[in-house]
């Protein structure tokens, strides 16, 4: 790691005590979104109604003006985001309590704070993650605490490594199978006013980072297997859930979406095309 590197996770780690707050309605449309995206084919919601879990991060999304995006379509970093300098920047992973539910037709506060930083050297070059924790509310009630890991990593190179593929350890015991296309993908960066320009925009995500074709949203493959539990256990809420990324899934390439039940709990994974694993998670009930 460079003497420059270093120097700047040093300052980074006086980034705490930066806060982020919006509020959103928690709206019928936005549920009915949801479940467009996800095809449940599940009625229309009530005002009053538990909503499904993963629609936090269709909610009180940072609102950042044109004028503040930077070239990748995310928020100019330096402002909640720590000044990270590594170009690329992908969502790692997230654990997840879930302590009540969120409810259609209530205010959703969130509110969220930078946690940590910390340096790993990948087979790329350097790595940089980041932590932040977001708490959403009802009326002051907590009902979500996400801590989300960020890493922000060098530009692509020649040459770069391919990644290593792992196998899955287990045999499902829920399986459904999805080829998300590039409609799926913009549809889900709508709901999630999400920018960045690698779930869209093709030509910058091959030429600028170095990728074969557009990336499936991590957190939408985070849905895709809270959705899983979802559709195997209607009637048993989810107290938490753990997921990370492990290798990135493309547009136009079939993915599997997997789980095996256990004894209060479960394991559940993404299995790429290439039979990869591209996503594990826990879950307990």
């Known amino acids: ?77 330096g402002s909640f985001i720590p000044p990270v300098s590594l170009p690329r920047r992908m969502w790692a992973g997230s654990d997840i309590e879930f302590l009540n539910p969120l409810k259609v037709g209530e205010m959703v506060e969130r509110r969220s704070s930078f946690d940590s930083v910390f340096h790993k050297q990948g087979r790329t070059g350097n790595l940089v993650f980041v932590k932040i924790k977001h708490d959403y509310s009802i009326q002051q009630e907590l009902c ?49 006013f999400n920018g960045h320009r690698i779930h869209y925009d093709r030509s910058y995500c091959v030429e600028q980072e170095g990728y074969p074709g557009l990336v499936v949203h991590g957190p939408f493959q985070a849905t895709l297997l809270l959705d899983l539990c979802r559709r195997n256990k209607p009637e048993v809420p989810l107290k938490h859930f753990k997921f990370r990324a492990m290798n990135p899934v493309f547009e136009g390439k079939k993915i599997h979406i997997c789980g095996k039940e256990n004894v209060g709990t479960g394991n559940l994974w993404i299995r790429g095309s290439r039979d990869e694993l591209a996503m594990k998670a826990e879950a307990s009930w």
């Open 144 to 192: 979500i605490r996400e801590i989300q890991t960020l890493v922000y990593r060098e530009p692509a190179k020649p040459g770069d490594p391919e990644p290593d593929l792992q196998t899955i350890p287990y045999k499902p015991l829920w399986e459904r199978s999805l080829v998300p296309d590039s409609v799926l993908l913009f549809r889900y960066s709508a709901l999630t």
């Open 1 to 77: 790691m460079s003497d420059k590197l270093i120097a700047e996770i040093k300052s980074l780690k006086q980034w705490e005590g930066h806060e982020e707050r919006v509020e959103e309605l928690l709206s019928p449309i936005k549920v009915a979104g949801y479940h467009a995206v996800l095809d449940t084919g599940e009625p229309p919601v009530k005002t009053g109604d538990p909503a499904p879990s993963g629609i936090h991060w269709m909610l009180a999304r940072s609102t950042t003006p044109q004028s503040e995006l930077g070239t990748d379509g995310l928020g100019l970093r």
